[in-house]
């Protein structure tokens, strides 16, 4: 993969309420909306990252975000994750059950797209006083599944550029690894 410009299909999981959306809309738009829309299925966005810090060629790469609802997450309903080049898997710091629930979402895209990078958020850090799960808990299923892990607020917006900043870079990566894989022959 040479730098320019590139797009990659980012599908986004998580529980209900985790904030899925918030993150999308305080990378994108900045600040968030206090309003709460349920996601009906999956909606698409699209966000710019520019990749000059670490990789220093000036590669571009457009994530074209699909924020997916839990449910929609199946293995009938996979054309919604079919294609997908990383994975934002997004839980909420105050319930636990949400980390848990992780594990079934990751592996059920994973099984329905090619085995690409993907970074966990742990979302609304910011309500430290309400946390359920516990830096060590966050890294340790982190670890578990060869991600990493960002502890984010997209109330404060901590984080937040750092987890897509991420995505984009290891997504060049990964694209990279794979066209040097397949010129070894």
């Known amino acids: 993969m040479e730098a320019g410009r590139h797009k990659a299909k980012v599908v986004i999981v998580g ?30 966005s699209k966000k710019e990252i520019v990749l000059l810090v670490r990789l220093r060629d000036g590669t571009f790469i457009d994530l074209i975000l699909w924020t997916v609802k839990p ?6 309903e996979s ?25 079934g979402l990751m592996r059920t895209v994973r099984e329905a797209a090619a085995d690409g990078p993907a970074v966990i958020a742990v979302n ?21 599944h060869a991600v990493d892990c960002f502890f984010t607020s997209a109330t404060t917006g901590e984080n937040v550029e750092a987890v897509f900043q991420a995505l ?3 997504v060049v990566r ?5 066209a040097q894989d397949i010129e070894k022959g």
Request: charge should be positive; hydrophobic fraction near 40%.
């Open 79 to 103: 054309a919604l994750v079919r294609g997908t080049s990383a994975i934002l898997a997004v839980c909420d710091s105050t319930r636990m059950q949400t980390l848990e629930e992780l594990d």
């Open 124 to 144: 609304k850090w910011d309500l430290s006083g309400e946390r359920q799960i516990q830096p060590d808990d966050a890294l340790a299923f982190a670890k578990a």
């Open 15 to 44: 529980g209900t309420a985790v904030g899925k959306r918030s993150l999308v809309h305080r990378s994108a738009f900045d600040p968030v909306s206090d309003r709460f829309v349920t996601t009906l299925g999956a909606k698409v």
């Open 168 to 170: 984009g870079e290891q």
């Open 174 to 178: 990964h694209r990279r690894e794979e």
């Open 71 to 76: 449910r929609a997450v199946t293995k009938r």
